[in-house]
């Protein structure tokens, strides 16, 4: 039996992205969390677990999404043996940054790892979403989509389930801001609405069907207009302080965009690289959550490749 340590690098995505509830998803370049793994003679076992939020994340293997996500992986490939597992979270518990995600797809893609990649990855994404519906009490794959593959993803349908991927334009930039508040997915689906109405209905797949047309186009100028949400995150905006100042900042400084990111608390800004800096946009949000007394944390990156080995 190998005793060598398999690292694997799982980025933070944001979801929804406007109209794509439970549909569309997008992966960072950073930040990550990283998930490590050495084979042992049997069963599941967490020996470490560090970083923002580790106190919040549960040791027994059945309660944690990285081990629920390897163990399906594991049946699923009739695996002879057990895994010893170390978490390092890069992504905080409850940021709407797809922390819970990143520890699902980290844990299935660990395991396709060192079962000798003998899965699809649509098969690694179900095993994650799998995960995912443990700790949201509902699976859904629109945050392990994109950081299994990288890139923009698509949900066309869950039953049978089928993933699309569209590679986001070069010069589409990230702003990603974090205040100090947390939101649960759990609490986030809780206060949504149970029915919608048909304009309401009319408006999201207008807005949803431009956005793919736009990022398979570059045409950020379009991204800008077709990020747009008159069910969710007006439902969610009361769990998060500050959300309609925070996004009104990034667009005076130069975002084409500004939204609530996944369930939040984190906000989402999209910007062109050619044209305007992202460390204006993110110190514009982080002045609005600072000056109403509150940290937040920010990182300007890229759309990223999803989950690989370090």
């Known amino acids: 039996m190998s005793d060598e340590w398999v690292r694997i690098a799982a980025p933070a995505t944001t979801s929804n992205i406007g109209a794509g509830f439970d549909v569309f998803g997008l992966a960072f370049n950073e930040p990550c969390d990283i998930i490590e793994g050495r084979k042992i003679e049997s069963g599941i076992r967490i020996t470490s677990i560090e970083g923002p939020g580790a106190e919040m994340i549960p040791y027994d293997p059945e309660k944690n999404s990285v081990t629920i996500a390897l163990a399906e992986v594991l049946k699923r490939t009739n695996a002879d043996f057990g895994v010893e597992v170390k978490i390092t979270k890069g992504i905080r518990p409850g940021s709407g940054m797809g922390s819970s995600g990143a520890s699902s797809a980290g844990g299935a893609y ?30 859904h794959a629109d945050n392990v989509a994109p950081c299994v593959l990288g890139g923009f993803t698509i ?35 809780a206060v949504l609405p149970e029915h919608v109405k048909i304009k309401d209905l009319v408006y999201h797949v207008g807005h949803a069907t431009s956005l793919v047309y736009a990022m398979m186009t570059g045409d950020l100028s379009l991204i800008g207009r077709a990020v747009g949400d008159v069910v969710f995150e007006p439902a969610r905006a009361k769990l998060v302080p500050h959300l309609k100042e925070a996004e009104k900042a990034a667009m005076a400084h130069g975002a084409i965009v500004s939204f609530l990111g996944g369930s939040g608390p984190c906000v989402m800004s999209f910007y062109d690289k050619d044209t305007h800096k992202g460390d204006v946009i993110a110190e514009a949000v982080k ?22 080995r370090l």
């Open 287 to 308: 002045k609005v959550y600072n000056e109403n007394g509150l940290k937040c944390d920010v990182w300007v990156t890229d759309c990223g490749a999803g989950c690989r």
């Open 155 to 189: 949900i066309r349908s869950y039953e049978p389930f089928e993933v699309l991927r569209v590679e986001p334009p070069k010069n589409l930039g990230l702003v990603v801001a974090l205040p100090d508040v947390v939101v649960m997915t759990a609490d986030s689906r």
């Open 110 to 139: 660990l395991g396709h790892v060192l079962t000798g990649e003998k899965l699809s990855l649509t098969e690694v994404i179900m095993c994650a979403a799998a995960a995912e519906g443990y700790t949201s009490g509902t699976m």
